[in-house]
């Protein structure tokens, strides 16, 4: 009888196994995309840019830090927690203007952390989160440039950065408004921030906050002013693969769940209002009432 017993308790024991290794099996064929890639690899990969201030940069240690890179952090945590990976490795591949949209549309990356703007052009490649920030776009220019207005920039050099979609709108504002501006692209924000700096260029147009971050980490911050007028631009958010709607989904949720619990507000105060490395300066950027509004109400509509 005693021996009846151990059968059938092993025999109990190989079923609830079987059950177990069945139910996991299925939990992980009923995963799509980029859970999938990442359920299989045991790793997920972000991009993240070198020089966006202070969304994603590098530290005086050459490592990957920023707004974006914290919410990003966040998304780890939870395509951690719903695919039960412990031991889920994170690895960080650098992105610019130019390469970023490619490496997300062919698998590279898992989601680009940096500051990337929604636009509907950009979602036949690739797709967007709720937006996570509100820019616009101004110009910057050394103090003793001479200029004061956009109007002061006609027929001279300025800079934008290749890829973005800051150059688009400066190509069509050069034709629409007859500006004559004859325009040089940096391969990045630091190197269009170099053509003002050195006297190659008579101003930089970038988002404002990008801006204020290079302004900041310049060497000497008073040499460099950004002009009053303002443009509008379309709204940032973080970007990973089109038609993967069960990782949007848990992106927007992670991302909704910070903005209503005031832990989006909390990182907003550290990354834009506070001492951030690697030379402990505050961009002293409080939030916009655009962006208060996005965090009441999100969303993930780009300006049509």
Same mark, same amino acid.
């Given at each position: 009888m005693r021996n009846l017993h151990r059968a059938a308790a092993a025999a109990t024991m190989t079923l609830a196994l079987t059950m177990l290794a069945i139910t996991g099996r299925a939990q992980a064929d009923d995963l799509t995309g980029t859970l999938k890639k990442v359920k299989e690899t045991g790793t997920i990969t972000l991009g993240y840019r070198e020089s966006s201030v202070p969304f994603s940069y590098l530290d005086g240690s050459q490592k990957p830090i920023g707004f974006s890179?914290?919410?990003?952090?966040?998304?780890?945590?939870?395509?951690?927690?719903?695919?039960?990976?412990? +031991? @889920?490795?994170?690895?960080?591949?650098?992105?610019? &203007?130019?390469?970023?949209l490619p490496l997300v549309a062919n698998g590279t990356i898992d989601i680009e952390c940096g500051s990337t703007a929604n636009q509907l052009a950009r979602q036949k490649q690739v797709a967007f989160s709720v937006s996570t920030f509100v820019a616009q776009f101004k110009w910057l220019t050394r103090t003793d440039s001479g200029v004061a207005t956009p109007d002061d920039l006609k027929g001279k050099t300025v800079a934008v950065t290749a890829g973005t979609n800051t150059s688009q709108f400066l190509?069509?504002?050069?034709?629409?408004?007859?500006?004559?501006? #004859?325009? #040089?692209?940096?391969? +990045?924000?630091?190197?269009?921030? %170099?053509?003002?700096?050195t006297g190659r260029a008579a101003a930089?147009?970038? +988002? +404002?906050? %990008? @801006?204020?971050?290079v302004r900041a980490n310049a060497k000497d911050p008073s040499r460099f002013k950004i002009l009053d007028r #303002?443009? #509008?631009?379309?709204?940032?958010? %973080?970007?990973?693969?089109?038609?993967?709607? !069960?990782?949007?989904? @848990?992106?927007d949720e992670t991302l909704i769940g910070l903005m209503k619990s005031g832990a989006f &507000?909390?990182?907003?105060?550290?990354?834009?209002e506070s001492p951030i490395p690697p030379r402990n300066l505050n961009l002293d950027f409080p939030m916009s009432d655009k @962006?208060? !509004?996005?965090?009441?109400?999100? &969303?993930?509509?780009?300006? &049509?």
């Open positions: 890179i914290d919410l990003c952090g966040q998304v780890v945590e939870a395509v951690r927690k719903k695919l039960g990976l412990a +031991d @889920l490795k994170v690895a960080y591949n650098p992105v610019n &203007s130019a390469t970023r190509n069509k504002l050069n034709q629409d408004e007859g500006l004559k501006l #004859s325009i #040089s692209q940096g391969k +990045d924000h630091a190197e269009s921030f %170099l053509l003002v700096d930089f147009m970038e +988002d +404002d906050i %990008l @801006l204020a971050g #303002s443009y #509008s631009a379309d709204p940032y958010a %973080l970007m990973f693969r089109r038609e993967d709607p !069960d990782f949007k989904a @848990l992106v &507000s909390r990182l907003y105060a550290k990354w834009f @962006l208060k !509004d996005l965090i009441k109400t999100p &969303s993930d509509k780009a300006n &049509s």
